[in-house]
């Protein structure tokens, strides 16, 4: 187990990598100067992206014909797109995000030695998962000092998307945790011995869902952006294959495929994990010594057994229930969709 690796150095990775996206929320006990100038941070942070994508646009706009440049474009306009979207979540979800975070870092503050140990294990589970730009101005850039500004621009706005990228591992580290406090739950309520205990591991269990709850909205739409933005970027990369395209267009969205693909089953994973380990804090209770206990407390542990609703990250409509299962019919339901599209593209060709 990598014990050199603790669950604080986690949470310092994952806030430094997000950093320059202004998405990881204010101390709880911020003033409301602070607040406010965060927030503005992040409004000038979505507008600096924005004055990046609609270059892009118009780049598009000017050459329409250039499959190359249209692709590599399109590319890039899913990184900005997701960037403006989660960083416009994130400012709308930073309350949430605020309580989220507190209780995160005062959970692992205040963590029992078992506790720990569950964290570890989780770290141990999980450590080892987790060039130019095409644009078009209105204006000539050519001079030295619009050039210097347009450059310095690009740069800031490049490593804000690069940063989004990370913001997926912030989505997974909640639910990770989420799921290691589940975890942590059912082995304090195996060790109930009568009904106070019991009731007070219930009350646990109860703001622990809620806390679940949480996470899972704000994470949400995310989720939904990404399953999108994969079915179109493998719809598109069916496309290039099937026509007569460069290599590198294939390689570009082959590559970007696999990329999204990747971010969705950073999601799918602990979703999974998060869903399965909710549900084994009501049936943990089976392995108590039930039997030895009074009439009374085994007629609690079987109401206990009989509600046993899992916590699932899920879009209504759209996403019945993020898990691995979803993840491989959600590939396979892509990749033959992709297939039909190739031989249509084929068929019409010839």
Known sequence: MLKHVTPEKVVNIVRLSVAMTFCWPLPVNSSKIKVIGYKITQ??????ITLLFLPLLYSIYLRPDDIEIVSTAVGQSICMVQSIIQTVICFSKHDTLQRV????????REAKLHEREIFYTYLARCNVFYGSYIAEYPFDVNRTLVSVIVRAHQSIACCQCCAHVCLSVFGALLIWFTAARFECLAVEMQRSTDIVTM????????????????VVSCFRLMVLFVITACMFVMTLAATAIAMNTPLIVKVAFTGLSAALLMYVYMYAWPADYMKEKSLNVSRSVYDI???????GMQKDLLNILVYQKPVTLSITCLVPELSLGYFCTYLSNTLSFCTALRAILDKNAT
């Open 43 to 48: 409004i000038c942070a979505t507008i600096s």
């Open 101 to 108: 975070i507190e209780e995160l870092r005062t959970s692992i």
């Open 289 to 295: 010594t039930w039997y030895e206990e009074t009439v």
């Open 199 to 214: 009731s007070i591991c219930i009350g646990k269990q109860l703001r622990l869902k809620r806390y679940a709850e949480e």
